[in-house]
């Protein structure tokens, strides 16, 4: 079946400082990836949607200065968090889906913790 | 907007018991879907429902997809410690995945 496969699970990184987390589909090829934002005990939030190959489109509210993503293949796309906050602290999750006909894919999770 | 509600927020059953919550949305739309997210996880496919007044069911679970395109159920029968977990309802919306605020499930042995 489909997998997708996010890394690193878990980050913890210093005030200031970008992290960048990477989303690739295993074995299939993802036209259209998304990325989700969740906080504790809140449900997950949808940020962007890439196509490979084009900008990503953000959702209202989020800062696409902030949160940097790029979508340079098929099979992997990559979120970095730059000058990353205290309050950027959140679980990210990306979702990948392989065209109109087929379901979503979800990542594990990458917990990022921000010091 | 199209925002989807979920209840209830919380439960805590015993081991055994059947479970059933819903979700509700202020506008009709074409698919519903429901996950699972194990603490840590990302959000696991249970039942993907298309059609108006669809029921479908997947070992213990099933899902029906309301009359009027704005609510479905998800019933657990025989509940056991692995169902813990957030349930979360999700319909599709220009091709994005759009979230429920989730169902925490706690099942008691």
């Known amino acids: 079946g489909a997998v997708v496969s996010q890394h690193p699970s878990w980050v913890i990184c210093k005030s200031g400082t970008s992290v960048k987390i990477e989303c690739r589909s295993l074995?299939?090829?993802?036209?259209?990836m998304f990325w989700y934002r969740q906080f504790p005990k809140q449900s997950l939030m949808l940020m962007a949607t890439?196509?490979?190959?084009?900008?990503?489109?953000?959702e209202q509210g989020v800062e696409k200065d902030k949160f940097l993503i790029n979508h340079a293949s098929l099979t992997l796309s990559t979120l970095t968090v730059t000058s990353a906050h205290p309050e950027d602290s959140s679980f990210y999750i990306c979702?990948?889906?392989?065209?109109?006909?087929?379901?979503?894919?979800f990542g594990s999770g990458t917990r990022l913790t921000v010091v | 907007g199209q925002q989807l509600n979920q209840s209830p927020q919380s439960m805590f059953i015993q081991e055994g018991e059947d479970v059933s919550m819903n979700c509700t949305s202020s506008?009709?739309?074409?698919?519903w879907l429901w996950y699972k997210q194990d603490p840590g996880e990302g959000p696991v496919l249970l039942i993907a429902?298309?059609?108006?007044?669809e029921l479908t069911s997947n070992g213990r679970l099933t899902a029906q997809f309301g009359i009027t395109r704005k609510d479905s159920f998800l019933n657990i029968s025989a509940s056991i410690p692995s169902d813990v977990g957030i349930y979360f309802c999700?319909?599709?919306?220009?091709?994005?995945?759009?979230f429920g605020p989730g169902t925490s499930l706690s099942v008691i042995p």
């Open positions: 979702s990948a889906r392989r065209g109109l006909s087929y379901g979503y894919t």
């Open positions: 506008s009709i739309f074409n698919t």
């Open positions: 890439s196509n490979e190959g084009s900008k990503a489109t953000y």
């Open positions: 429902l298309y059609k108006a007044g």
């Open positions: 999700a319909k599709t919306s220009y091709d994005k995945v759009i």
């Open positions: 074995d299939f090829q993802a036209t259209t």
